[in-house]
C-alpha cells in the first residue's frame, strides 16, 4: 500500500505547491476588465457589446467570456470570481496531466514541478484572461491524441476540442491543428472527415454568429493589433525575438521546456508527438511574426503545455530515472531564477530598475506592475480593489454621468465608468473605426498601436450625426456604422456586411489614412497664440531641420499661410518669409516627419512654445513617399526637450484651404 500510495501523496504534495504559487500570485490585469465590461453589459441586458450603443466584439476569447458571463450571472461581482475560476481551471488543468496524460508518477512530478517553476505558467494561471481555459482544453487534447486509438470517434473528440480552443482563442489552432490532421491521415475514412466536421461545428456557429451580429469573423481587437500600418516585418520579427529574449532573462525554465518539447520527438524518434512539436513551431513562428507581445510571458504558456505533455507522455518513452535526474537542472534554474514564482514574493518585478516597468522593447511584468492593486491576497488585507489610478477615473466617470471619454487604457477605466459612459479607444482595440486606421505614432510599442482620433468623430458619437470632416472617411463611416449600430435583420445591413469585408469600402480608408506620391505637400494656416514677436516654421527629420523665419515683429493673433513641398530629395518652403534658418537636403525614414511652428523673444533665442504635427512616413521605391495622415499633433510650451504633450493644436496650426 505504502509503494501505492507514496508516489501520489507526492503527486498531490505537488500539486498544492503549484495551487498555493498560484493562489499567492493570483491577480487581475487591465486588460481582462475590457472582457468583464462586456460580461457586465451582456448580463445586464444590453448584448455582447462594449459600448452600448454599437456591437463590436472587445474581446479575443468567446469561450471565456462566455464562461466568466456564466459565473458573472451568479456572483454579480468580477474580482474575486475570475479569480477564482482562473484557480479552479489551472488546477484542474495541471492535476489532468500529471494523472492522466503523465506516462509514470514520476514524469506527473516532473511536469508539476515545471509548471510550477514557470513564471509565465502561473502568472497567467490568473490574470483573468482566457490562459487558463486554453490550458485545460489543450491538456485534454493531448490526453485524447496520445492515448487513444484513432476512430471517427475520437477524431470527433480531437476536433471538437481543437474548436472549442480556438473558440477561446482562435490562433490556438496553430497549435491543435498539425495533430489534428496526422491522427485523421492514420485513418483517411471518408466517416473520419464528417467526424471533423461534425466537431468544428461550436466554431462554424460562433463565426456565423460573429458575422452576423459584429459584421466581423475576427474580433475588432485583433483588428486593431494586427493593423501594423507602417510597421516593416523585419521590425515585426526583431520585436518577436525580443519577446523570446525577455522570456529566457525572465523566465529562463519556460522556454528551456520548450526547447527540450521540441527536440525530444526527433531525438527519441517519437513519430506520435511530432505533429504537437509541429503545432509549437507553428505557433512560435506566429509569435515572432506578430512582434510577440507586451506581457512578458503570456505568449508562450500554451506552446509549454504542449511540450509539458510531449515529456511526460509514454510518446517519448523516457524511464523513469531520466525524469529523477531531470529534477536536478530544473532545481537549479527554479532556485537561480530571480523571479521564480517558487521563491520571489508576488510584488518583485521582472522590469528592473523599479523606476522602469517597461523594459526597452515594450515588454512589461505585467502581474508585478498590477499586483498591489489587483492581487487576491492583498484583497484581504485593503477593501475596495481595484484601487488603480484607471479604476479610480472610471469610478468618478460613472458619478458625472453619460459622458464620452478618450483614453488608450480601458479596461478599469470602462468596466467602472458603466454602460452610460462611450469610451473612445485610442489604441482602436474597443472602437470598430479607429482599429481600421493605420496606427499614427512611429514610437509605437507593440500592442499598443496610438491612432489619431479623426476630426468630428467625437461630436459624431455624441450627437449621432455624421461630423467626420474628412469625406472619404465620413462615407467610410456612413457603412460602419449601418454594420454595427444599424437594425440586425435588415437586409441592406446585411449587404454592406459582405461589402465590407470583403473590401469594397477600403479605397476610402486609404485615400483618408494615407498619401502616396513624390512630393507631400502641406500648406497651412499658423496663428500666433503667444505675445512673442518672432515666429518660424520648420520641417524636422532627425536631426535635419528645414526652417524660415515668417515674421520677427509679429503680434498675438496675427496668422500666415505657409507652403512646405516635401519629396525624399529634399524639402522646399512656398511663402514670403524674413529669413532662410536651415535646410534639408535628403529625408530619412529611420525618422519621421515633424512640420511645426515655434515662438521666441528673438530670431537667435531658444523657442518658447512650439507646435507641431508628427507624420510617420516611408520612402519607397522610385523615392516615392508613403505618410500616415493626418499626423500626431503636440505641443511643447516650455522649451525643453522632453516637455512635449499631445494636443489639439487647431487653433495655432490648421490646413489651409
Request: proline residues 6%; neutral net charge.
Amino acid at each position: 500500500m505504502t509503494r501505492t500510495w507514496g508516489p501520489r501523496l507526492l503527486i498531490l504534495f505537488l500539486l498544492i505547491v503549484f495551487g498555493a504559487a498560484v493562489v499567492r500570485h493570483a491577480w487581475l490585469c487591465d486588460d481582462a476588465y475590457i472582457t468583464f465590461r462586456t460580461v457586465d453589459n451582456f448580463v445586464n441586458g444590453y448584448g455582447l457589446t462594449w459600448n452600448v450603443d454599437e456591437r463590436v466584439q472587445v474581446y479575443t476569447h468567446p469561450l471565456w467570456m462566455m464562461l466568466l458571463s456564466a459565473v458573472y450571472v451568479l456572483t454579480r461581482e468580477a474580482f474575486f470570481s475570475s479569480q477564482v475560476l482562473s484557480i479552479a481551471i489551472s488546477l484542474l488543468a495541471v492535476a489532468v496531466l500529471a494523472t492522466r496524460v503523465a506516462a509514470s508518477p514520476a514524469a506527473a512530478w516532473l511536469g508539476v514541478a515545471v509548471l510550477a517553476a514557470s513564471k509565465a505558467f502561473v502568472d497567467y494561471a490568473t490574470s483573468g484572461l482566457e490562459n487558463p481555459l486554453t490550458h485545460v482544453i489543450l491538456v485534454a487534447f493531448f490526453l485524447v491524441y496520445l492515448k487513444s486509438e484513432t476512430s471517427p470517434q475520437t477524431l470527433f473528440l480531437l476536433a471538437l476540442l481543437a474548436a472549442l480552443g480556438m473558440l477561446n482563442r482562435l490562433d490556438a489552432g496553430l497549435l491543435l491543428l498539425p495533430a489534428l490532421v496526422a491522427a485523421w491521415a492514420r485513418s483517411r475514412q471518408v466517416k473520419g472527415l464528417v467526424a471533423v466536421m461534425a466537431g468544428f461545428v461550436p466554431l462554424i456557429l460562433w463565426e456565423t454568429f460573429s458575422f452576423f451580429y459584429y459584421g466581423a469573423l475576427l474580433p475588432n481587437t485583433a483588428l486593431a493589433k494586427l493593423n501594423f500600418g507602417l510597421i516593416g516585418r523585419q521590425k515585426l520579427v526583431e520585436q518577436g525575438l525580443h519577446y523570446l529574449s525577455d522570456s529566457i532573462e525572465a523566465d529562463p525554465v519556460t522556454l528551456v521546456v520548450i526547447g527540450a518539447g521540441l527536440g525530444l520527438p526527433l531525438v527519441r524518434k517519437a513519430w506520435r508527438a511530432l505533429p504537437i512539436a509541429a503545432g509549437m513551431v507553428l505557433y512560435l513562428c506566429y509569435i515572432v511574426r506578430i512582434g510577440g507581445d507586451f506581457m512578458s510571458g503570456r505568449f508562450l504558456t500554451a506552446p509549454l503545455v504542449a511540450a509539458v505533455a510531449i515529456l511526460v507522455s509514454d510518446a517519448v518513452r523516457l524511464r523513469d530515472r531520466i525524469y529523477l535526474a531531470s529534477f536536478v537542472p530544473l532545481v537549479v534554474l527554479a532556485l537561480t531564477a530571480p523571479y521564480s514564482p517558487l521563491l520571489a514574493s508576488p510584488e518583485r518585478s521582472a522590469d528592473v530598475p523599479p523606476e522602469r516597468w517597461i523594459n526597452l522593447y515594450g515588454i512589461a511584468d505585467e502581474r508585478a506592475y498590477y499586483y498591489p492593486h489587483t492581487g487576491l491576497l492583498v484583497a484581504f488585507e485593503r477593501a475596495g480593489l481595484p484601487d488603480h489610478e484607471w479604476a479610480m477615473a472610471g469610478r468618478s466617470a460613472r458619478l458625472r454621468g453619460p459622458a464620452i471619454v478618450q483614453d488608450m487604457s480601458i479596461g478599469f477605466l470602462g468596466y467602472f465608468a458603466g454602460p452610460r459612459v462611450h469610451v473612445v479607444d485610442q489604441l482602436g482595440l474597443a472602437d470598430p473605426l479607429l482599429a481600421r486606421l493605420p496606427p499614427a505614432d512611429p514610437d509605437w510599442r507593440i500592442g499598443h498601436f496610438l491612432r489619431t482620433v479623426p476630426d468630428g468623430y467625437v461630436e459624431t458619437l455624441s450627437s449621432g450625426e455624421n461630423r467626420i470632416e474628412d469625406e472619404n472617411l465620413a462615407a467610410y463611416y456612413d457603412v460602419l456604422a449601418r454594420v454595427t449600430r444599424g437594425d440586425l435583420f435588415d437586409v441592406g445591413r446585411l449587404v454592406e456586411v459582405w461589402k465590407l469585408n470583403a473590401g469594397v469600402y477600403d479605397h476610402y480608408l486609404d485615400a483618408y489614412a494615407y498619401f502616396r506620391g513624390q512630393t507631400f505637400t502641406r500648406r497651412l494656416l499658423v496663428t500666433n497664440p503667444t505675445d512673442n514677436p518672432c515666429v518660424a516654421v520648420y520641417v524636422a527629420n532627425g536631426e535635419a531641420t528645414a526652417a524660415m523665419l515668417l515674421d520677427d515683429a509679429s503680434q498675438r493673433g496675427e496668422a500666415y499661410t505657409v507652403q512646405w513641398a516635401i519629396a525624399a530629395d529634399g524639402v522646399r518652403f512656398e511663402g514670403p518669409h524674413v529669413r532662410h534658418l536651415s535646410s534639408i537636403h535628403a529625408l530619412s525614414d529611420s525618422e519621421p516627419l515633424n512640420v511645426g511652428v515655434y515662438f521666441s523673444r528673438n530670431p537667435d533665442a531658444p523657442p518658447r512654445a512650439t507646435f507641431e504635427r508628427r507624420f510617420w512616413f516611408r520612402i519607397e521605391e522610385g523615392r516615392r513617399l508613403v505618410v500616415v495622415l493626418p499626423g500626431m499633433e503636440w505641443r511643447n510650451l516650455y522649451g525643453h526637450q522632453d516637455a512635449w504633450f499631445p494636443a489639439d493644436i487647431g487653433d495655432v496650426v490648421r490646413d489651409a484651404p
